[in-house]
């Protein structure tokens, strides 16, 4: 059966060097040491290995034909968003990565579909990079969970997912910069515990500051199945319920009702919890998504979904129907 995997990450093998172009800040750069490799650096500190996968189109596609998958979204790699910077170098570095990922995408048409990164730290300088890059065919862009920990219903985001509406660009919304990270650095607690919760604070922002519900075509996708905004939504509601002074202050529509509106992706890593996510919010809301090529993903890009015995509807809409209709609009 066809598959796409939405929720995938991608970088040029060479990267300028922006702390060096923009005279501060700890801008990532690669150092390539042994073939096949390269480190990244986040100004003078290792941040990650990363080998080939993360880098060479053409290693990727052979790597997705084990999985019968032969579409990939692309995105960049979250710690590039580099939201902290200057807004008009973090247009000029996102520039850069989006016209990577054009390269891609023409290079590989049947294989690549380009999610574009913006500088939503300057409302202005987003929208502008947003319609540059819709005219280079992007179906959408992938954003951050909190701009310098700015939650995303904050007023000065609305206009660019005004923006995304208007040009029909579907939004991935990815964690980042998580909250707590500094307190915690530990057993890698940041991915493991930050991450799904701050997925969880950015969709309720999103849902309690009234911008799904103020855009009403706005087509979102949250990554991480989520994060804990499904298992937990039964405590968001009661508190919603319980004290509308604090939660229903800016919508007064009861946040179970987006379950319906947002999509999320299918990295679960955990059949069960993707059953009750398909119990809560049906077939037509769940994308395959791998976060390949990271350790932390789903790197049999879905297998264990075909392991459910779904109805094979519900599987097709899954691996790619869905991701179609979130992606393009139906
Ligand atoms: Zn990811």
Redesign the pocket.
């Known amino acids: 059966m066809k598959k796409i995997d939405m ?1 995938t ?1 991608i970088l040029p093998e060479r990267l300028p060097n922006f702390a060096e172009k923009f005279g501060y800040g700890d801008f990532i750069h690669l150092v390539h040491e042994r073939e096949g490799f390269a480190n990244m650096m986040k100004g003078g500190v290792f941040f990650r290995e990363i080998a080939k996968n993360c880098w060479d189109p053409t290693v990727r596609i052979p790597e997705y034909a084990l999985y019968h998958t032969p579409v990939q979204v692309v995105c960049t790699i ?1 710690v590039m968003f580099s939201y902290w910077a200057k807004p008009a170098d973090c247009l000029d570095l996102s520039m850069f990565l989006n016209d990577h990922l054009a390269g891609i995408v023409d290079d590989f048409p049947e294989n690549y579909i380009a999610l574009g990164t913006i500088p939503m730290q300057d409302t202005d300088l987003a929208i502008q990079e947003l319609e540059r890059i819709k005219d280079l065919g992007f179906p959408g862009i992938q954003i951050g969970s909190n701009v310098n920990q700015l939650n995303l219903g904050e007023p000065q985001f609305f206009p660019i997912f005004e923006a995304c509406e208007r040009l029909n660009m579907a939004v991935f919304v ?1 964690p980042w910069e998580m909250m707590g990270e500094a307190d915690m650095r530990k057993y890698w607690l940041p991915w493991l515990v930050g991450m799904p919760a701050e997925t969880a604070r950015a969709a309720c922002s999103m849902i309690f500051g009234g911008v799904l519900e103020r855009l009403p075509a706005l087509r979102v996708c949250f ?1 991480h199945a989520g994060g804990s905004l499904i298992p937990t939504m039964g405590r968001i509601e009661h508190g919603f319920n319980c004290r509308p002074d604090l939660v229903a202050a800016d919508n007064p529509v009861p946040p179970r009702e987006y379950l319906k509106k947002i999509w999320v992706d299918s990295a679960t890593h955990d059949p069960q919890l993707l059953q009750y996510i398909l119990d809560i919010v049906g077939d037509e809301r769940i994308c395959l998504g791998s ?1 390949y090529p ?1 350790p932390l993903g789903d790197l049999e890009i879905g297998r264990f979904i075909e392991k459910m015995n779904l109805p094979i509807e519900t599987v097709e809409r899954i691996f790619y129907k869905n991701t179609l209709n979130w992606l393009y609009g139906s």
């Open positions: 929720h990450h979250p990815h990554a976060d990271f």
